[in-house]
């Protein structure tokens, strides 16, 4: 049976693209979701990819991911810094969670530099651009022992 891995994505992604350009890049949140279904695909992972303006939308997702996923990547975007909703609904959720950010949080200014959900999850991944979404689908797969054995060990299971 193939892995299932959900990726949930904040608020004001879904403007990914023209958004502050300069921080968050160019890259639209649809030729992020292409990319990460091409790499789903070649990994055999089932995918289920979901951008929300809505916090109370964000913890249903999450807690529907207790039955419908095995492992959890979340770009919380502006609800990092004050939901305890969604870090509550976080807190339920027992597979493993990656954390995302496309910029480098530990970075920026005062307001957008410490992500609450960080203790919740098991890996944190920022600063790699709309690039840290298929580090991160390849950390879950990792975490999930979903990657495919033709991979060079390297990729598969890291340094040994």
């Not at 949140?29 to 089932?46: H, T």
């Not at 975490?143 to 890291?158: F, H, I, M, Q, T």
Request: proline content about 5%.
């Amino acid at each position: 049976m193939a892995k299932r891995i959900t990726i949930l994505n904040g608020p004001n992604l879904n403007l990914l693209g023209v958004r502050e350009p300069h921080i968050y890049g160019s890259t639209t949140l649809a030729a992020v979701e292409k990319s990460c279904r091409e790499l789903a695909a070649a990994f055999s992972i089932d995918l289920t990819f979901q951008q929300t303006n809505y916090e109370g939308q964000m913890v249903d997702w999450i807690q529907a991911c207790r039955e419908e996923a095995d492992a959890l990547i979340i770009n919380p975007a502006g609800l990092s810094f004050r939901s305890v909703a969604v870090l509550d609904a976080l807190k339920l959720y027992d597979g493993p969670i990656i954390e995302l950010h496309i910029s480098n949080i530990h970075a920026r200014d005062e307001h957008h530099r410490h992500s609450i959900m960080s203790g919740a999850a098991k890996a944190v991944i920022c600063g790699l651009g709309t690039y840290g979404y298929c580090v991160a689908l390849q950390s879950a797969a990792q975490l999930l022992d979903a990657l495919p054995k033709s991979l060079p060990k390297p990729l598969r299971v890291g340094p040994v």
